[in-house]
């Protein structure tokens, strides 16, 4: 499980550095940065929505899509660990 975890976990940090790369900002984004503070707007986090779904393949239901989840990596890893557990359960 260890290994789905830092799996995860790096794809979303993977995503979230290139959406501030297209920003042309750098920030140094750990599991537990808030995304704001490192320069994500709102336009981006709809950008990171977008990537998260093609990246792992499912679609946020709409009552996941809440500034809790959208705060930091760690966050958005338990979201969508979730998601994806329950999505392999159906």
Known sequence: MQ???TDVRN??????????EQNALSADV??????????M???DMVNLMLG????FDFTIPQTEITPENFQ???TLERMI???LKLAKAA
């Open 3 to 5: 290994a789905f975890d």
């Open 11 to 20: 794809r979303i940090i993977k995503l979230v550095e290139g959406i501030l």
């Open 30 to 39: 750990t599991p537990s940065t808030k995304l704001v503070d490192a320069g």
């Open 41 to 43: 707007t709102s336009m």
């Open 52 to 55: 998260v779904e093609a990246e």
């Open 72 to 74: 930091s990596v760690e």
């Open 81 to 83: 660990a979730t998601q």
